[in-house]
């Protein structure tokens, strides 16, 4: 009995909702149905994912600290320093970074003078990079530095610029870099 009364009570109540409230009603239930169905178990990956990233982040602590605790020796640190200069095979990509860079200022890069130079005694190469340059004195200094930026073992050896006149706003530039690679790469 209690049963029927309460089927005939469900009814009575959702007659007097009406549509609008009929489609509150189906919308509150898909709502539901929606969080139990798809944002609950994201919640979870979500949660199993941050243990993940909180466990490789104190492995990743404790292989740092076991590192530093480590201290390199002198020999072991010269041999770091010059695994960081780069091989020989990739001075046409720095090359073209460089270009790259010229281009970024608005600079053509005329044809440039390119050596080579092997040291007999130290462990770097000499890549001689000689570019003459046309633009305003703003740009050179813009290019220079993003250059340098762009290649770490880069290094300038000198600049020269002239102008004909005073108020001329270009200058024509005669750059000298030097490009430090590991020897024999």
């Known amino acids: 009995m209690n049963t029927l009364l309460l089927r005939r009570r469900l009814v009575y109540t959702f007659m007097r909702l009406g549509l609008p409230g009929a489609i509150g009603l189906a919308l509150l239930v898909a709502a539901a149905g929606y ?16 243990e993940r ?4 982040t104190i492995q990743l602590q404790s292989a740092k600290d076991a590192k530093a605790s480590a201290p390199l020796t002198p020999t072991e640190q010269l041999n770091a320093f010059y695994q ?4 020989g ?24 003078e390119y050596v080579l130079t092997k040291s007999r005694s130290g462990r770097l190469d000499q890549f ?14 813009r290019f220079i530095g993003a250059a340098l930026a762009t290649a ?7 600049v020269n610029m002239k102008r004909e006149k005073v ?10 870099f030097l490009l430090y690679l590991e020897k024999g790469a």
């Open 35 to 50: 969080a139990l169905a798809i944002l609950l178990p994201t919640v979870s990956r979500i949660e199993k994912l941050d």
């Open 53 to 56: 990233i909180a466990t490789a």
């Open 84 to 87: 960081a200069f780069p091989k």
């Open 89 to 112: 095979a990739t001075v046409p990509d720095l090359l073209g970074k460089i270009y790259a860079v010229a281009g970024e200022q608005k600079l053509s890069l005329e044809i440039g």
């Open 128 to 141: 001689r990079i000689v570019f003459p340059v046309k633009g305003s004195y703003p740009q050179i200094r």
């Open 152 to 158: 770490p073992a880069l290094a300038l050896e000198s």
């Open 167 to 176: 108020a001329d706003g270009v200058a024509d530039a005669r750059i000298v």
